[in-house]
């Protein structure tokens, strides 16, 4: 793990990253710090009492948005139309709820104060997507938010308030980049719930080329690395 060194703008590169998953600790959550790290496939992650820990894990957690996985129990909430699904339409209440919704084993949660501050400046600057899920009585029912670069999508957050509803929307998102060119969703990190919509393992190798192609083909730069 390295030390950043203050007033400059600087990461290891990611494929060095160790079995931890942890690239770097410290530095800060400023926009330039932040779009910088994204575009390589980093990103921030830690409690509220500790420093800034900085992730890159290898192999990587993704779901290609052409290939998410739509049980058959979820079938008659599109057939039936059960939700209705926004965008950016109420980020700060999405956030909020991504904050307080309980979760199993989880104490406390990692959306502080400054993770919240530091995407809400994100959300305005146009690097944030939110999602929200609403029942049929206009009711806020579900949602989630993540991060854009070029046509890579980091998930980072999601909740639910009834049954199915993140998952409505996270599907109905993933329909949603695909039309849009979209290449990968990055989940960060794995868990059961996830990979039931599709979410595998790919190399740290091939995710970071993935990285290159969309900072050379959208955003048409690929500074150091």
Same mark, same amino acid.
């Given at each position: 793990?390295?030390?950043?060194?203050?007033?400059?703008?600087?990461?290891?590169?990611?494929?060095?990253?160790?079995?931890?998953?942890?690239?770097?600790?410290?530095?800060?959550?400023?926009?330039?710090?932040?779009?910088?790290?994204?575009?390589?496939?980093?990103?921030?992650?830690?409690?509220?009492? !500790?420093?800034?820990?900085?992730?890159?894990?290898?192999?990587?957690?993704?779901?290609?948005? !052409?290939?998410?996985?739509?049980?058959?129990?979820?079938?008659?909430?599109?057939?039936?139309?059960?939700?209705?699904?926004?965008?950016?339409?109420?980020?700060?209440?999405?956030?909020?709820?991504?904050?307080?919704?309980?979760?199993?084993?989880?104490?406390?949660?990692?959306?502080? !104060?400054?993770?919240?501050?530091?995407?809400?400046?994100?959300?305005?600057?146009?690097?944030?997507?939110? +999602?929200?899920?609403?029942?049929?009585?206009?009711?806020?029912?579900?949602?989630?938010?993540?991060?854009?670069?070029?046509?890579?999508?980091?998930?980072?957050?999601?909740?639910?308030?009834?049954?199915?509803?993140?998952?409505?929307?996270?599907?109905?998102?993933?329909?949603?980049?695909?039309?849009?060119?979209?290449? +990968?969703? !990055?989940?960060?990190?794995?868990?059961?719930?996830?990979?039931?919509?599709?979410?595998?393992?790919?190399?740290?190798?091939?995710?970071?080329?993935?990285?290159?192609?969309?900072?050379?083909?959208?955003?048409?730069?690929?500074?150091?690395?």
């Amino acid at each position: 793990m390295y030390p950043f060194t203050r007033n400059l703008i600087w990461f290891p590169h990611p494929l060095q990253v160790d079995k931890s998953g942890i690239l770097c600790i410290g530095g800060d959550l400023d926009p330039d710090t932040l779009i910088l790290a994204y575009n390589y496939g980093i990103y921030p992650w830690y409690n509220a009492e !500790d420093p800034i820990i900085w992730w890159s894990p290898k192999p990587r957690f993704v779901i290609f948005p !052409d290939q998410v996985k739509v049980a058959k129990s979820m079938h008659s909430y599109f057939n039936q139309q059960k939700y209705t699904v926004t965008y950016n339409q109420n980020f700060d209440e999405v956030i909020r709820q991504c904050r307080n919704i309980y979760r199993k084993n989880q104490k406390t949660t990692w959306i502080s !104060d400054e993770i919240t501050e530091a995407y809400t400046l994100l959300y305005e600057l146009g690097y944030i997507t939110s +999602v929200e899920v609403w029942n049929r009585d206009g009711a806020l029912a579900g949602g989630l938010y993540g991060v854009h670069i070029g046509k890579v999508f980091y998930g980072e957050s999601m909740f639910s308030l009834e049954s199915n509803a993140s998952k409505f929307g996270f599907i109905t998102l993933c329909r949603k980049l695909h039309q849009e060119g979209y290449d +990968v969703i !990055d989940c960060q990190q794995p868990n059961p719930y996830l990979e039931s919509l599709g979410g595998q393992f790919i190399s740290g190798k091939l995710f970071f080329d993935i990285l290159k192609r969309n900072r050379l083909k959208v955003l048409g730069y690929d500074e150091s690395f």
